[in-house]
């Protein structure tokens, strides 16, 4: 099998990872965003310190990349609280459509942080897939759900964000574990007061529905990061959208979540646009 193909089975994997993570979040019911997101990363920490420990990485961050790690820390935690929160009351297949977004939002952070020129097709696409997002939140007084889209759409741009900074710490030499390891930290760090003075009593099945939530993130981390060995990111990113079609289906069979015609015109745009510029980036290539 060719090295590309291995890598979109992986990402793909990784899309089915991620929307189950999403699905889990759901069904561990009523319980406070803060306590989800914190069981979430405690989940991760233990896996990125055990990374490592095995590995015999010396935690260490050195002051030319401490800011980068920072923010990177900062706007992941946020986003992925935003993303919680939205998952919680807009149906699965729109919050995760937001959070994918946040490859639109790091062309224009780019622009800042790593002063990076981006083309014409990529400034049309980030038009083209906030056009299409519209579709989806619906900014009009009689949507009840206008608040939670919003703060959907800033976990995509809190994910963008990141991915940026993700970026920028690497050209400076920061390594991948050392990166994971300080994000999973500062966001078990954030979200736990939250959760000590609001704490949510779980039962057994909670509980291990949010290990669920946090083996599936996990399995979604492992796929992608693999994914990317394989091959480069243009070359695979596009297939990350598939995320949204398991996130609808988990809605649908479970929850019994039909999107509305907006919902689903916006979904057409933002992946219609995405696939056209994944194409464009391949055909500017050869």
């Not at 796929?223 to 289906?249: C, E, H, N, W």
């Not at 689903?264 to 980036?281: K, L």
Request: net charge positive; aromatic share 14%.
């Amino acid at each position: 099998m060719k090295p590309q193909a291995k890598g979109i089975i992986c990402i793909i994997i990784a899309a089915m990872g991620f929307s189950l993570m999403t699905f889990f979040v759901r069904l561990s019911g009523d319980l406070p965003t803060m306590q989800k997101a914190f069981f979430r990363n405690a989940f991760a920490l233990v896996i990125a310190v055990s990374a490592l420990i095995i590995n015999k990485e010396k935690f260490s961050i050195p002051k030319e990349f401490r800011s980068d790690i920072f923010f990177r820390c900062l706007f992941g935690t946020t986003g992925l609280i935003a993303n919680f929160y939205a998952i919680d009351r807009l149906n699965l297949a729109d919050a995760n459509m937001l959070n994918k977004l946040s490859p639109f939002f790091a062309i224009l952070v780019s622009i800042i942080i790593l002063k990076e020129k981006p083309s014409k097709m990529d400034i049309l696409a980030t038009i083209i897939a906030f056009i299409g997002a519209l579709f989806i939140i619906r900014p009009t007084g009689s949507n009840l759900e206008l608040v939670p889209a919003l703060i959907g759409l800033y976990g995509g741009f809190g994910a963008g964000t990141a991915y940026v900074f993700v970026r920028s710490a690497g050209k400076k030499g920061a390594k991948t574990p050392i990166i994971v390891t300080c994000f999973s930290l500062f966001s078990c760090l954030l979200t736990l007061p939250f959760m000590i003075f609001n704490y949510a009593p779980m039962t057994p099945k909670q509980w291990l529905i949010l290990i669920m939530a946090g083996l599936s993130a996990a399995a979604g981390q492992f796929g992608i990061t693999t994914a990317y060995r394989y091959a480069p990111a243009k070359k695979l990113s596009v297939f990350d959208y598939v995320q949204v079609i398991f996130a609808a289906l988990w809605g649908f069979l479970f929850f019994h979540e039909v999107p509305v015609p907006l919902s689903i015109i916006g979904y057409v745009i933002i992946i219609g646009i995405a696939v056209i510029r994944w194409h464009t980036s391949l055909r500017n290539e050869e």
